[in-house]
Every structure is written in structure tokens, then in C-alpha cells.
């Protein structure tokens, strides 16, 4: 069973910085290609970032510049570094895992950016 657990949500002040984590549970994680997503009230679920299994990663435009993806394989864990943050970034925060022909996500963890 694989399962993805997100840590990290919070309440952050504007142009501050916040990380997301996120741990999985599977043994196929070096080869996944990982992501964040997000979804705030009444809008549709984005893509914010994803990386690939050998590093490559690829952003949303609204985002780029601010926020930075990696992974640590031997940790099974898929971070979200964000900078700067803008309260049109207020939203819940999915982890993302596609491999195998299979799409697991989290639970999702809430950030709120406000003052």
C-alpha cells in the first residue's frame, strides 16, 4: 500500500518562507516522478512543481523563481521549499506520486499566507 504523508502546512506572513515535506511509503520511489499540486477554495487542483527521478524539474509559471523542488531518495521524501510567499499562494498542498502507470497522492496540508 503506498501511501504519501505531507508535513510542513501552516499560517506564513507574507514574503516569508515556508518548507513542505512529504514521506513515502514505497519501494518504488526513486523511480517516480514526484510533485506538488494545490488547490485553493473554489479553484481547480494546479500544478505547482514536479521532479523527475534523475532531477529534472519543470514549474508553474506563477511560482518560478519563488519556489524550489527537490527529493532525497534515500529518504523516500519529496520537499517544496517556498520563498517569498504571496497570499494567492494560500491553498492546500498535495504530494504527488506517478509510477508504474499508477497516481498516488496525500492527504494534502493547508498553508495559509496572511498577516
Known amino acids: 500500500q503506498v501511501q504519501l504523508v505531507e508535513f510542513g502546512g501552516g499560517l506564513v506572513q507574507p514574503g516569508g518562507s515556508h518548507r513542505l515535506s512529504c514521506a513515502a511509503s514505497m519501494g518504488i520511489f526513486s523511480i517516480s516522478l514526484m510533485g506538488w499540486y494545490r488547490q485553493a477554495p473554489g479553484k481547480q487542483r494546479e500544478l505547482v512543481a514536479v521532479?523527475?527521478?534523475?532531477?529534472?524539474?519543470n514549474y508553474a509559471d506563477s511560482v518560478k523563481g519563488r519556489f524550489s523542488i527537490s527529493r532525497d531518495n534515500a529518504k523516500n521524501t519529496v520537499y517544496l521549499q517556498m520563498n517569498n510567499l504571496k497570499p494567492e499562494d494560500t491553498a492546500v498542498y498535495y504530494c504527488n506520486a506517478q509510477a508504474l502507470a499508477r497516481n498516488y497522492w496525500g492527504q494534502g496540508t493547508q498553508v495559509t499566507v496572511s498577516s
Open positions: 521532479i523527475a527521478p534523475g532531477g529534472s524539474t
